[in-house]
């Protein structure tokens, strides 16, 4: 498998520190509101990327963290008239309402900030040991001249990053460098705070990370991911501090997705193209959004719109139709299984299973895959029917539902994309049949056909799909 590594700005071969073990570590939601569709990304990417170290046979231990301590969550405290810790306990329980409607599955362990003081602490204390951090009144600042390989990620040379800090007004005169950022800031009134060796306070947004992935996967881990807009500064200083600590690569794969764009533009509050999941979800069904977002390859930006979003629901629907009409056919099987024999069409499907796999081992490429699974689907729609055997039925749900299981794509449940007003439809349209009353039969089938539900009348009774 080959993954592009930001750090060396090209894609390598994906090799473990542990063979058929991995590490990941991926910034988590700052829990102060519902999340909204560009933070999904990552969350569906990175879900996808551990299905599938785990479809070809690697254990992972996936930390994804929640950010509960911030200036964002003590804003929205004052808002809602409670406290910062009801607040983040909020978001994140409503966190993993929108996390499951778009099918992200629990990572191994979710820590939050407000439960790791005590290993924030640590590194804080490592760091100025090392000569790499100092502190002012209670303030801790990271010495960033001191760390000689900062910049190293986003590929900024310190010095055009002194040059572009020299001409901001600098509101905070107690830093030794402009570039300098906070690990432990001093209390404030209303505000959380824990006790630590320079006074109460809490920490700076950056240390987290660090201090969470060492305490969970250790000094190194195999691959850090996140969404672009992490680069800078935070995955830069995310090194300088882990790496000032332990003096020890920190992630051997930085992985980062693209941005989200709104009908072309960047999404903004100030621009009203701001869609929350749990807004969307209102509108339509989150397998679609999850669909949608794994349509283009990761790191390619993508942009979002209700059409496009329509077109992916028509998508994903033919997925659908194709285990629909499977399953239609299997449980409805009156062929004798033909000594038992598995049909030389269906054994040659392992070839798309190949494709599926050189799709992903190229850097995640879900948009080539999910071509696959259309070659795919199309094979098996074109060559299935009522003779076809339960054997040969069988194995092509087997290969189906390995594959897109893979992607976490069709993945409910037939009865609830029927509903009961189409199921008693269905039933008075074949009364009507069995009544010779044809021209209500056509008049049922034509109704059925207006909500989306095409009928097909076989021996074994009516088989229906959606076709929007």
Not at 45 to 54: A, P
Not at 148 to 158: D, E, I, M, P, R
Not at 408 to 421: F, P, Q
Request: with cysteine; glycine share 6%; net charge negative.
């Amino acid at each position: 498998m080959r993954l592009y590594n930001t750090l060396k700005q090209r894609k390598e071969e994906f090799i473990p520190i542990n063979e058929k073990h991995v590490k990941m570590y991926v910034c988590g939601p700052t829990v102060y509101n519902f999340f909204h569709i560009g933070n999904a990304r990552p969350f569906i990417v990175f879900d996808v990327l551990r299905r599938y170290f785990e479809y070809i046979g690697y254990k992972v231990e996936y930390i994804q963290n929640f950010t509960d301590v911030d200036d964002k969550i003590i804003n929205k405290a004052f808002e809602e008239g409670i406290s910062p810790t009801e607040v983040s306990e909020k978001y994140i329980k409503e966190y993993f309402v929108d996390a499951d409607g778009l099918g992200v599955n629990r990572a191994t362990a979710h820590p939050k900030v407000s439960e790791n003081i005590d290993a924030i602490i640590n590194m804080i204390e490592k760091l100025i040991e090392n000569g790499l951090a100092y502190d002012v009144d209670g303030n801790v600042y990271y010495r960033v001249a001191k760390f000689k390989s900062y910049g190293k990620l986003s590929k900024q040379a310190t010095k055009d990053l002194e040059n572009g800090a020299s001409g901001r007004i600098l509101i905070n005169t107690e830093k030794e460098d402009p570039l300098d950022f906070a690990l432990w800031k001093k209390e404030k009134s209303g505000e959380l705070s824990w006790d630590s060796p320079w006074g109460k306070g809490r920490p700076g947004w950056h240390i987290e990370c660090s201090a969470m992935s060492r305490k969970f996967l250790g000094d190194t881990i195999d691959i850090h991911g996140g969404g672009q807009d992490l680069i800078f500064p935070h995955h830069e200083n995310e090194i300088a501090q882990s790496e000032g600590t332990t003096n020890k690569p920190f992630a051997n794969y930085w992985i980062h997705n693209g941005y989200i764009n709104i009908n072309n533009e960047k999404m903004s509050k100030s621009k009203g193209n701001f869609f929350t999941i749990r807004d969307i979800s209102q509108e339509i069904d989150l397998e679609v959004v999850r669909f949608f977002i794994l349509s283009a390859q990761y790191r390619n930006p993508i942009n979002f719109s209700k059409d496009l979003l329509k077109q992916a629901n028509t998508a994903l629907s033919r997925l659908y139709n194709t285990r629909d009409n499977l399953l239609f056919l299997l449980e409805n099987n009156r062929n004798v299984d033909n000594e038992g024999k598995i049909e030389d069409w269906v054994i040659s499907l392992s070839k798309y299973k190949k494709s599926f796999k050189e799709s992903m081992d190229d850097d995640l490429n879900t948009a080539e895959a999910l071509a696959v699974l259309f070659e795919l689907s199309k094979e098996i729609n074109s060559s299935i029917d009522e003779s076809t055997n339960r054997k040969s039925l069988e194995e092509c749900i087997s290969i189906f539902n390995e594959l897109t299981n893979v992607l976490g794509v069709v993945s409910k449940n037939k009865e609830k994309l029927l509903d009961v007003e189409i199921e008693e439809m269905i039933e008075r349209r074949q009364i009507a049949r069995i009544n010779k009353d044809f021209a209500m039969s056509d008049l049922i089938r034509d109704e059925l056909k207006e909500k989306g539900i095409i009928l097909e009348d076989t021996r074994d009774g009516v088989k229906w799909k959606r076709v929007q």
